[in-house]
């Protein structure tokens, strides 16, 4: 699988971004796509994932109720709605993909097989 992150730039406090991946190649029955987050100096993050048959969503806390993650099935692409944004929500952003593996692993960035390049998310304060 192959992905695309697009969509980043620069939002003042309080705005919204949406960013977009799209994917390409074959996918299994438990495919799922995450968005991950790398702040300078910082460990790259989970964000928020999906999985792609069952829309099961996940968040990380921070961005419960401001962030959105949906996907496309006929164009074979996912968004991240971001709203209320933050300073600290300033990263580089990454959509990753992963086939199968457990539940309890879906936040865990080793678990991800295939990572898009990254798209900057600039918040303003």
């Known amino acids: 699988v192959q992905l695309q992150a697009s969509g980043g730039g620069l939002v003042q406090t309080g705005g919204s971004l949406r960013l977009s991946c799209a994917t390409s190649g074959r996918t299994q029955s438990r495919f799922a796509v995450g968005w991950f987050r790398q702040a300078f100096g910082e460990e790259r993050e989970f964000v928020a994932a999906?999985?792609?048959?069952?829309?099961?969503?996940f968040y990380e806390d921070d961005v419960k109720g401001r962030f959105t993650i949906s996907r496309d099935n006929a164009k074979k692409m996912v968004y991240l709605q971001m709203n209320s944004l933050k300073p600290e929500d300033t990263a580089v952003y990454y959509c990753?993909?992963?086939?199968?593996?457990?539940?309890?692993?879906?936040?865990?960035?080793?678990?991800?097989?295939?990572w898009g390049q990254g798209t900057l998310v600039t918040v303003s304060s």
């Open positions: 999906i999985r792609w048959n069952e829309q099961s969503t």
């Open positions: 990753a993909a992963r086939e199968g593996g457990i539940l309890s692993t879906i936040r865990q960035k080793e678990h991800y097989h295939s």
